[in-house]
């Protein structure tokens, strides 16, 4: 069958010295599978990774580049062997799309963990260890996308469509670790950074009964933060308000994008309190003291995403507990004017692409 000419946005080279590049280009998407679905893009959320992978930050940025992994779209085709899913059905992608499906973390449903050759496939940027090859994927700036059926969310009825795309990468990335760590009620839990990952970070620990700090390193966040259910608020370069806190919690989730020194959080957390990394994928400004890690026997661990059978459950429990994102709706024509907003911390809290306005698009 021959391929399919797909409208999408996307880069053509680095964007580190002319920051508003994001342009109109056709790419190919081939016919489903058997075991795939063709899924019509409705809306897309733009993700601070978004950012990072176009401008090549992390050094592994295959070009072109078609960003987005947070796609709500409805089945528009099914391959002969699909069995989950009907045409017309309204369905989620996220950060993955296919996995070695072998390794221990692929059979216990920890696919963002997968230890294959190439650990998982990215939605787009291609293999998360790229092996040379220059395999790509394009992801969801695009009119389409054709994914494995086993990388396919369904969205519950009670959900916002236009809203919800967020939770299948702030939503679950804050989730996941919540989780893992056994947040229950009464537990106290800080959450760093108030943007795309940190919002959805203080809405799930509030439902799940934890009493929610937000540290942000501006006062303006303050009443945003208790507009989202946080019940303290502290500002971040407060140092007799961080001194009052040391001890004080059982978990850190801390959503900062870019590089900083964890070590002014570690002390907040109690015996046996956890520090997770969330948001940034490199090095600290500063390695971690030990003396302060160790004599009070804490953690400090890191976490990506999660599985797919994890990434429905944060989608049942979004449903459940009516939690849907902050969102600002944008015209793909404008994508570049929000990457720069982004960066300059003026959204509230993730901007969603209408895809409608793509397909309009001559």
């Known amino acids: 069958m021959e391929s399919l000419k797909t409208k999408a946005y996307g880069a053509k080279a680095s964007l580190i010295d002319q920051f508003s590049s994001l342009s109109r280009m056709d790419i190919e998407r081939q016919p489903p599978k058997d075991d795939e679905v063709q899924i019509d893009v409705l809306y897309c959320g733009v993700c601070h990774s978004d950012v990072h992978q176009v401008r090549n930050d992390w050094a592994n940025t295959i070009y072109p580049c078609v960003p987005g992994h947070e796609v709500i779209g409805r089945i528009s085709q099914t391959g002969s062997g699909v069995t989950k899913f009907n045409v017309g059905d309204t369905v989620g992608v996220g ?75 702030a939503g679950i990335t804050t989730y996941s670790p919540l989780r893992h760590w056994n947040t229950k009620p009464g537990d106290n839990v800080a959450i760093v950074g108030l943007g795309g990952l940190g919002h959805m970070g203080v809405k799930l620990a509030k439902a799940m009964g934890a009493n929610v700090t937000v540290i942000t390193h501006t006062e303006d966040k303050r009443a945003l933060a208790e507009e989202l259910g ?55 400004t500063s390695p971690t003291n030990n003396m302060e890690v160790a004599m009070a026997r804490r953690s400090v661990a890191g976490s990506v995403i999660g599985g797919i059978a994890e990434t429905q ?21 404008d994508i570049n004017k929000a990457y720069s907003r982004m960066l300059d911390e003026d959204v509230r809290f993730r901007f969603i692409i209408d895809m409608q306005s793509l397909k309009d698009e001559n």
């Open 95 to 169: 950060c993955m799309v296919d996995s070695c499906g072998q390794c221990s973390s692929c059979h216990e449903g920890e696919e963002q963990y997968c230890e294959g050759p190439v650990s998982w496939t990215a939605t787009y940027n291609g293999y998360m260890k790229p092996n040379g090859n220059g395999y790509n994927t394009f992801g969801g700036y695009s009119t389409s996308i054709v994914v494995k059926e086993s990388f396919v969310l369904r969205i519950p009825d009670s959900l916002d469509i236009s809203k919800a795309a967020p939770i299948l990468c």
């Open 313 to 333: 459950e944060v989608l049942d429990f979004c449903a459940e507990h009516q939690i849907l994102p902050d969102v600002e709706m944008i015209a793909i024509q």
């Open 230 to 284: 946080a019940h303290e608020v502290l500002i971040e370069n407060d140092k007799k308000a961080l001194k009052d806190h040391e001890r004080t919690f059982d978990l850190i989730l801390n959503t900062i994008p870019d590089k900083y020194d964890p070590n002014p959080f570690i002390k907040l957390l109690k015996r046996d309190g956890v520090f997770v990394a969330v948001g940034v994928l490199g090095p600290f």
